[in-house]
Nanobody, 126 residues
């Protein structure tokens, strides 16, 4: 079991930037694919970005591509989400997720992940 703790959320003005962090426990962090999802009130949880383990391939939702960057520091067992040019539509609770298995559903699917953080709120003021 992997424990995930997100941090870095808060209130930011539209057009601004914020960086989320997700610290993971576990000795095999390098092997985990990691994802960021978000959920706004009344909406389903949606994919934001994902990054594979050692290869580091990244994937993005079309709504954030070019504005958000996912990265990882395997030495620190941490994954980051740099969010730039924020829009009011980006406001949501952001969740970090980890997939401990080597294979599974697409990384854009919530069903691909077996470990989730508690979430961190990002509020964007217009």
């Amino acid at each position: 079991q992997v424990q995930l703790v997100e941090s870095g959320g808060g209130l930011v003005q539209a057009g601004g930037s914020v960086r989320l962090s997700c610290a993971a426990s576990g000795r095999t962090f390098t092997n985990y694919a990691m994802g960021w999802f978000r959920q706004a009130p009344g909406k389903e949880r949606e994919f934001v970005a994902a990054i594979r383990g050692s290869a580091g391939d990244t994937f993005y939702a079309s709504s954030v591509k070019g504005r958000f960057t996912i990265s990882r520091d395997n030495a620190k067992n941490t994954v980051y989400l740099q969010m730039n040019s924020l829009k009011p539509d980006d406001a949501a609770v952001y969740y970090c997720a980890a997939r401990s298995s080597a294979y599974g559903p697409a990384l854009s699917s919530t069903t691909s992940y077996d470990n989730w953080g508690q979430g961190t709120q990002v509020t964007v003021s217009s």
